[in-house]
């Protein structure tokens, strides 16, 4: 007798994954902003007290740090184990 409903793996055979297929042109603005909040900063050019600064934002545009250098704002992201990307 058969149990098998075709929907489980073979004994034996290994695990496959399962794979989610989602298209990011229908996403709302909150899905959106949350997308890599935890892994994506960015660098933004700003001026604090007359003088030029770096902010350093999460993905979802929440402040995090102001720098003094651009290079400063990059290692600190990547010290952070984050990827950085520049705001023009």
């Not at 929440?62 to 992201?77: F, H, N, S, Y």
């Amino acid at each position: 007798m058969n149990t098998n409903s075709g929907d489980l793996p073979e004994p034996g055979s290994a695990p496959t994954a399962q794979v989610v297929h989602f298209d990011i042109r229908h996403m709302s603005p909150e899905q959106l902003a949350g997308l890599g909040v935890s892994h994506i900063a960015y660098v933004k050019s700003i001026q604090v007290n007359g003088a030029q600064g770096f902010a350093i934002h999460a993905a979802d545009g929440t402040p995090m740090a102001i720098a003094g250098d651009r290079e400063v704002a990059l290692a600190a992201i990547r010290q952070h184990e984050m990827q950085p990307l520049s705001v023009h």
